[in-house]
């Protein structure tokens, strides 16, 4: 027996569509009054460019806009959360931005590969994007002045630094770290094809041992093929009979694929770090990180004294990790980051003391710290 719906839980048609037409008026309403603001918001921001402009200023200042984003977040009541309003505003933010000046990025392309991705997320749509084939063309790029900033991979959480990245930092070291994204990575397993007659999965290398785990046990009959990018696999994903791709969603919309399984990658707290990489030098905000890299003696307890440098001066470091010299002494060069700002009395003070035990020390940028999105 169809239970019918007790009287007063519903409201007759008419009512409910007279309702329905006042809340849109209401809603149409407030878009204007949002559209006015926003305007007299960037009508503000292109007399500060201009401003800038006449004093010689960055137009980017990763410092005042992660000011504008926390501010608006912690006075954020809801009910949209905080990813949605970080994200109108990233965009009001670049809009008003381009106002002063169009910027260019350079990033690992294709589109909707994870470094446009994190490109996005630090910069907005309203820039000028230039994908390059490979890291080392992102620091060249930067230094030729063909770009006024680069986004690279750093590190991720579950396979450690990248090391192409490490590597341009030691042969290009005037190219300094201006700011960071942390993103959260979810890899998809896209194809227009059922899973079980997939016969190759194509991705990045980091992509593919992000999920080695869950594609070994839920496609094991499939080959896993190594690309330069996880873009450049939902293309190829999307053009041969039997592939797949493991990729972001936003690389399944636009290659034409299905996302046959979300979130496969084996750690649930997969992120990865990735460096606004440029030639100009963030202030200080009070919530920062230095990064550098030093080369020791080749002799022992080098390495135990240049990091008790830190030790003595209680300054927490954030990362180290060591990569190849390529010297005839077989000796390493320590990338570290840590919490400060070279502005800082106790910071500048333990760079001296590192230059002291260490045969080199580069500052790669002191950036504010950020926190992780997606």
Known sequence: MTRKPESGNTMPPRKAEAALRSLRTQIDRLDVQILKLVNERAVHAAEIGQLKNDHGSEVFTPVREEEVLSHVLESNKGPLPADTVRAVFREIISGSRALQKRLKVAYLGPEYSFSHLAAVERFGHSVEFVKVSSIAAVFEEVQRGHVEFGVVPLENSTNGSISDTLDMFVRIPQVIICAEVKLRIHHNLLANVEHQRINRIYSHPQALSQCRTWLAKNVPHALLKEVSSTAVAADLAQKEPGAAAVASKQAA??????????NIEDSPYNETRFAVIGTQKSPRTGHDKTAAMFRIPHSPGSLVEALDVFKQSKINL????????RTAQNEYIFFVDFDGHLEDAKVAKALKALHEQCEEVTVLGS????EVSG
């Open 318 to 325: 954030t990362w180290i990790e060591a990569f190849p010299a």
């Open 253 to 262: 919309v636009t290659y034409g694929l299905r996302v046959l399984f979300e």
């Open 367 to 370: 950036f504010p710290a950020a």
